[in-house]
């Protein structure tokens, strides 16, 4: 009777081991599928943060560009308008320096009726004085 205790005790302490192992096993199953998980969820949110860093890098190489584009627009339009006022300029110059060439050729040209009028005028005053004389 005692040797069936003993069989008994011994076999309810193996079953007893036998739970303990499986349920260790289970657990050490449990923690590694936590951990496969974990680690899985992990490399998706790294995979998620570098896509997110990289449009990001994106966005602020293209508003860099587009600033730079900008700037580079700006100063186009302000070297054409530069060239714009100074063909003006040279252009009212131009025509300043035609009118001007102008009002000194129609001085001359009157100056010179003038003196002929004078001349012809001295030439016919000194007839009539010879006549007279």
Known sequence: ???YEDEMVRRYAAQQQQRMDELSALKAQAEEAREKIFM???EEEDA???EEEFKENLRNEL???ETEAAARAKERAEAEKRLRVRE???AAKDFQLKLKADRAAEEK???DEFKRKLMEKFAEDERLEQMNA
Do not use: D, S, V
């Open 63 to 65: 508003y860099m560009e």
């Open 40 to 42: 899985k969820l992990k």
């Open 109 to 111: 040209r009157m100056e």
């Open 48 to 50: 998620r943060r570098a």
């Open 88 to 90: 003006e300029l040279q």
């Open 1 to 3: 009777m005692e040797r």
